[in-house]
């Protein structure tokens, strides 16, 4: 079995403080680093930051806040859920995680991919009919710049590049990238094509159903001559004491996230069967410790794989909250899912315990 | 005019009004998540699925080989010669990329959803009052466009397939003005594992579009027909 990795994944969102008023960003981002400083004392490997251009998002420069945490730790990975690619940089977006590993002492990873809301299109001036070509290319050069340097490229988008050195060098094999779909099988097969980990991004219903991606992705592996890579997942969830405290916690905010786009829109928000559907056999890992290590050692052993980023606390949960549920998973949820999964059934017992 | 379709009725009409009811022949254009996933559905119910992506068969046929295994890879002209319905299951910000006149005469369902923070702004798609689908049949004017399979997300459509009678069968909409184009997606539904409901007119395709809810709402073929007689 592969080395194990238990991250967590955070937007940055905008919270509330104890008496329901939202706080101040640049207090979200403090925050986030008290988070994130946490988590490494509770033993969790990795803390990565997502890239929003919206009001309730304050991840817009998720780099400057990892290189705030690096200053304060000295173990925990720091990397990204994700780097919208495709509007991004790649020359800006290596000089500034090749500097993150240099300050983190090699601790900086990514994961690029598309992400759900496309904001950053028309921010930076990019036309989201171009999606498919820019990611195909700004991949294509990223990886030249982390893999060979000095690069000699061009595309259609930027400039192109001549025997060009772009400084910081990292060592060989640093900033490890994931790449993250969302259930596109030509995003699958590319990431195959790159040779890089697939990084799957669940946030709704049964998670087994994505056990074809993987097959998928063990084919394309072998169809383009690459060896054996690891698979992640990234799911939405939150941790107190007792799954009665966690469904209590989380839900109103679950709730209210959706009811501000219903008012605007006139749509209709999610009931609470639907989201208990979800914490039951869907993509939400909600609980207590013991009942979030079940499901994640359960989705880990049915689609092989080898990480696993929560996604906690969504919506505007108080600080002290998330900072409950970041202890209780690094504490508690991540030594029961590796024991869980050291003492593993063969796999047919581990479908059975998905399918409770 | 709507009426919830019962199975008879759908299985009634297409005896004695369609002879070619054995036609099992489907198109898909589009080989993503929900492409792929229909495509193992209707090959499951007896259907011969074509399907293609944006360009060569070959570059999807590893991808339908694992996802949809039994289904042919093609490209999007082969699709459309190789059925009398079409599904389209493009994003929705790409629909226009393809010719107007591609889908002459076919039945073409629209499966697409329009959803701003994904698609991006379309002030058309935004307007539409009634439904996105009007504005598919206005690119496509020579296509007798269908609204559905639409309601569902791709995993839904896998796990609510039911037996005919099954109590817990879940209802797909249609709404189309091509009264007969309606009655042949009906039945493909049913074949699919689903309650056909008549829907009406295209124009009234709104209350099939999704609702903002992240998880879709299912309906009885009850709830929906007085959804989409409201």
Same mark, same amino acid.
């Given at each position: 079995m592969p080395t194990l990795e238990f991250g967590l994944d955070t937007f940055l969102p905008v919270t509330v403080d104890e008496a329901g008023l939202p706080i101040g960003g640049d207090q979200v981002i403090r925050n986030a680093v008290e988070e994130a400083v946490l988590a490494e004392a509770v033993g969790i490997d990795s803390f990565n930051i997502g890239e929003h251009y919206r009001t309730e998002f304050m991840d817009s420069a998720g780099h400057v806040v990892l290189a705030a945490i690096a200053g304060r730790t000295e173990r925990i990975r720091l990397g990204t859920a994700? *780097?919208?690619?495709? *509007?991004?940089d790649p020359v800006r977006l290596y000089t500034d995680f090749a500097t993150l590993d240099a300050v983190s002492n090699g601790r900086a990873q990514l994961i690029v991919g598309r992400g759900s809301l496309i904001d950053s299109f028309p921010l930076f001036g990019f036309d989201l009919a171009d999606y498919e070509e820019l990611f195909e290319e700004k991949l294509d050069l990223l990886v030249r710049l982390l893999r060979q340097q000095p690069v000699t490229w061009s595309g259609n988008f930027r400039s192109p590049l001549m025997d060009q050195f772009v400084s910081p060098p990292i060592p060989a094999?640093?900033?490890p990238t994931w790449v993250g779909v969302g259930g596109s099988p030509q995003s699958v097969i590319r990431a195959a094509r790159f040779g890089l980990p697939l990084m799957l991004a669940i946030i709704g219903g049964r998670p087994e159903r994505f056990a074809p991606y993987v097959e998928l992705y063990k084919r394309a592996l072998q169809q383009h001559g690459q060896s054996e890579l690891p698979i992640g997942l990234h799911s939405l969830g939150f941790v107190a004491e007792t799954d009665d405290e966690a469904l209590k916690i989380q839900w109103p905010y679950y709730k209210e996230q959706f009811e501000w786009a219903a008012r605007e829109r006139g749509w209709r928000p999610p009931t609470y069967g639907q989201f208990l559907a979800e914490v039951d056999h869907g993509s939400m890992y909600v609980g207590s410790p013991e009942t979030v290590a079940q499901r994640i050692a359960a989705v880990m052993r049915t689609l092989s794989l080898s990480r696993f980023d929560l996604h906690y606390?969504?919506?505007?949960?108080?600080h002290d909250r998330r900072m409950a549920t970041v202890e209780l998973y690094g504490r508690e949820v991540i030594p029961r899912v590796r024991e869980l999964l050291t003492a593993a059934p063969e796999p047919d017992d581990a479908a059975a315990v998905v399918g409770t | 005019m709507t009426s919830v379709a019962s199975i008879e009725l759908a299985e009634g009409v297409a005896s004695t009004t369609r002879p070619e009811v054995d036609d099992l022949s489907l198109g898909i254009v589009g080989a993503g998540k929900f492409g792929t996933t229909l495509a193992r559905a209707a090959v499951a119910a007896g259907y011969d699925v074509a399907i293609s992506g944006s360009g060569p068969a070959g570059d999807i046929a590893l991808t339908i080989d694992v996802l949809a295994a039994g289904t042919r890879a093609a490209t999007t002209d082969e699709v459309v010669r190789h059925a009398d319905i079409v599904v389209? =299951?493009?994003?929705?910000? #790409? %629909? #226009?990329? $393809?010719?107007?006149? $591609? %889908? =002459?005469g076919k039945i073409l369902i629209d499966a697409t959803n329009y959803w701003e923070p994904v698609d991006g702004h379309d002030p058309e798609l935004t307007a539409a009052p009634g439904g996105t689908s009007t504005i598919v049949q206005e690119h496509f004017p020579s296509a007798r466009v269908v609204k559905s399979l639409n309601q569902l997300g791709y995993h839904q459509l896998q796990e609510h397939q039911r037996p005919k009678g099954a109590p817990d069968r879940i209802a797909i909409g249609a709404a189309g003005d091509d009264h007969l184009a309606v009655r042949q997606v009906m039945r493909l539904l049913d074949r699919l594992g689903f309650d056909p409901v008549d829907a009406g007119p295209l124009n009234n395709g709104l209350p099939l579009e999704p609702d903002g809810s992240p998880i879709a709402t299912t309906y009885s073929a009850d709830e929906l027909s007085k959804l989409v007689t409201r």
């Open positions: 994700v *780097t919208v690619l495709s *509007t991004q094999g640093h900033i606390a969504i919506g505007r949960i108080p | 389209l =299951a493009v994003p929705t910000h #790409r %629909f #226009r990329e $393809l010719g107007s006149d $591609l %889908f =002459a």
